[in-house]
């Protein structure tokens, strides 16, 4: 019979077992250079707004505190100018500094650690707007840095280099949009960064374009982009970005430079629109294509990519034919010369908004079947999200599909466009998106973030030969996580208001991205899950910035502020928040778990019984034996008496 040792199933209660568990925190010490900086306007100069810093994470978010409030002073020129108010810059740090600038033009810069000021600078704005050149509306969208000088564009396109540290001024390019050849009431105005090739010293910019005078009159402009020597302040070239008033036949076969002398040089264009014999017509109406938008400077190939702005700006369509070349695309330019490498049109004959918002684009390098690629990345506000061979200007995957799509024209079309359509043609038609991707992405751990809105319209008369939208419905936008390699869609995100304006950040493994209605997000950067939400109490435009103080400490910079969503409610001047780790860090939580261990059965095993068979075996008695032992000696005797008796 088997014997159990021990009761099967036997279990160990280990009780009141203590598990310490610490939030991960990583102070200054030890930790690298990397990130301390936010340098570019979009981090660096591939414009991927990723901060690799490792001090705040996805683990120790949460126990983030507020280290300071900046409260932005009121515009001097309210009531005077069509400024807008708050921010619209995402912060630079650099060596410890935080520098803003207000959309009235005043920069500013404010010490990381407690937000004092250090200096500011305020160019004479009523003297700058009083040019007969300049738009009626003010606004700037990026600062950027090189070198240690701070680079901003003020309302007439001048360019600002400031020192650093000091706030004196060290480079100045005035009136950059000043005298642009093609019509004699252009009307511009500088809102966007430059942007430097390095090694030449060649500094390129663009330009925002107005509709309307001061009075109110209708007001033309001409996109383009100029590079100037960062040495001596010149000119070196100009391209158009359309023809001039009136038009120009051979359009659609050419590209214009305007070199630093005045001469004119032809080249030509390459791209994914066939000839157009005609394209934009004959007008005197022809507007657009203004390149408001940060550029990309590769500073490994000096090739600058420029996103322009759409074309006709509300003009009714039918009065400007064809795919209107160059607006509402990407183009990669030579940034010593100027020249056209190639061009992508995302939405030929654009009669709904379909170019690139606030930023052109980012670069990457990525792999795509096995093999390395450098990529462009992009989002439009046609609805689709793209990614393009460098070089080449090639899609690398298909375009994607961002949020609501209806009766969206002409949109990622190409060559099937319909080059003649107008916005007569729609009239009653709801179409989705009206506004689609209207803020600059982000890239990170091989993922393009980009957000998208759910606008919806249609088309009314706004005057003779215009048009513009009327929002259908409520307008809501999703935040996607696309695969770089694939475009595959790997997370998305609801948000319940606008996204505009507002640049994506990606720092230790969280998105951060702030809605229109001043809602601010950090979701986790693998999954979307939210991480942490909070209202700024005010108006969500920029992007977050992050940097760390003079002794090294990672801080989050968030403003907000300005005027109300869409225009409506109170306006607010702005506000700067600086937000960073606990000076002192937190006790380990201790915590208290019961832990059941099972432990594993000891089994005894019952050996089979030793069976013993009884065999039965016959035996011989005695007697028997006797009888067998006198028979065997009578042979004996017999046989030797028989041998005696024959030998006889």
Known sequence: MAINLFRAGIVVLFSSLLIFSVVPIHNS????????????????????????????????????????????????????????????????????????ATAYNRLTALEAETGKVVWSFQPNLTALTSKPYVGNVIDVHHITSYGGIIYFQAADCTIFGLDAKQGTVKLTIPEA???????????????????????????????????????????HNRGFVAAYSTTTSNLLWRWFIIPPLGGDPDWDSKYVIQKGDGSIVTGTPKGNVPPYKGDWGNTDKIVGGATWSLMLMDQETGIVYVATGYPGEGLDAKLIPGPNLYASSLVALRATTGEMLWYYQLTPHAIILGDTAFQCCLLAKIEIGGKPVKAVFLGSRNGYAYAFDAEKGTPLWEPVKLGLHLNNINSNAGAAADMQIGQKDLLGKTICPTIGVYAPPAFAYNTFYVTAQNACGTFVSSGPDRYSTSQVGPINSTLYALDASTGKIGWQFFMPTQYQGASLTVSGGVVYAVDRGGTFYALDADTGKPLKTMGLGGLGRTGVGIGADKKGNM??????????????????????????????????????????????KEVIKEVPKEVIKTVTVETISPISYAAIGIGVVLVVISGVLFSRRKKA
């Open 29 to 100: 010490e030890g930790q690298s250079s990397s990130g301390k900086n936010w340098e570019r306007a979009a981090f660096d100069d591939n414009n991927s707004s990723f901060n690799p810093q490792t001090q705040i994470t996805k683990d120790n978010l949460q126990i983030l505190q507020v280290k300071w409030a900046y409260h932005i002073p009121p515009s001097p020129y309210a009531g005077q100018l069509g400024t807008l108010a708050g921010v619209r810059t995402r912060p630079l740090v650099i060596d410890g500094i935080v520098y803003i």
């Open 177 to 219: 949009c000043k005298d642009i050849p093609g019509a004699p009431d252009y009307r511009f105005q500088g809102r966007t960064s430059p942007v430097i090739y390095e090694k030449e010293g060649v500094l390129i910019l663009g330009s925002a374009g107005v509709t309307t005078t001061p009075s109110g009159g209708r007001a």
């Open 555 to 600: 801080m989050l910079f968030v403003t907000s502020g300005g005027s109300g969503l869409g225009g409506a409610g109170s306006v607010t001047t702005g506000i700067v928040m600086a937000y960073g780790l606990p000076d002192k860090l937190p006790e380990p939580q201790v915590i208290t778990k019961e832990v059941i261990k099972e432990v594993p």
